[in-house]
């Protein structure tokens, strides 16, 4: 499959144009003269072994959520591309994913069918509303099936939740935006400390890593048949102490 076929696939369904203005989204590295892709990895953040993994996979392409801030020159005998923010605001991104699992793994049976999503002007926030409220206890159990180590603020001591906002990746700065918009909660990740001790809302910090890496699939299903794809063996870098 020609890459730039690949690319415009992903392109139509979280274009370019709709990226950050800070953002690096689209060719990280395009290697002129190999257009034809035969074996493409999918992974969350290009790094030296994602980029060794790469090549002993034998793959043409890398195609990754994060965008190279940080590319290093020796990376350049390797097509790779990137969907970061405009795969953040697209429907049924970064974001809407994360939803997904959720309601896959139970939080379904407290939503309307379908489930009722409120997009925000800024389209990185999803707030959804329930049609019952869930006991903070129960929606814990929920967030733990797709982020075993997520942490929990709850500064103002509530039982349950009856609107959600979402915000995979690093979402603290929507707190208040979260609020203003009737939200209860907002689940997200890289929480700091002055943020959540100031928090006016529940918090869930379910991990950068966790809450994103979930997307993959995703660019595997707009990719399409015509080429091989393999997924990077990848982690979060955080893990947690055990004896």
């Not at 999803?126 to 929606?139: G, H, V, W, Y």
């Amino acid at each position: 499959m020609n890459k730039y076929e690949i690319s415009k696939k992903i392109e139509a369904f979280a274009p370019l144009s709709t990226q950050e203005e800070w953002d690096c989204s689209g060719w990280g590295v395009d290697v002129q003269g190999y257009d034809e892709i035969k074996k493409i990895m999918l992974c969350l953040t290009v790094t030296d072994n994602i980029i060794k993994q790469a090549k002993e996979n034998h793959c043409d392409m890398i195609v990754s959520h994060h965008p190279l801030f940080y590319a290093k020159l020796n990376w350049g005998d390797i097509n790779i591309y990137c969907a970061h923010t405009n795969l953040d605001k697209a429907h049924g991104g970064t974001t809407d994913t994360l939803i997904k699992n959720l309601l896959l793994n139970g939080l379904d049976k407290y939503c309307q069918n379908p489930p009722q999503i409120t997009f925000t002007p800024d389209e990185f926030l999803r707030i959804l509303d329930l049609k019952k409220e869930i006991l903070i206890s129960d929606f814990s159990k929920n967030i733990k099936t797709i982020s075993p180590n997520a942490r929990l603020v709850n500064n103002q001591n509530v039982k349950s939740l009856k609107k959600i906002a979402f915000c995979a990746g690093s979402g603290s700065e929507f707190i208040n935006d979260a609020k203003n918009l009737g939200a209860d909660c907002l689940v997200t990740g890289d929480l700091k400390f002055h943020t959540a001790l100031e928090s006016p809302i529940v918090l869930y910090d379910v991990g950068h890593f966790e809450s994103e890496v979930l997307v993959l699939p995703v660019f595997k299903r707009l990719i399409g048949s015509g080429v091989e794809i393999v997924k990077a063996d990848e982690h979060s870098p955080f893990f947690p102490i055990s004896f």
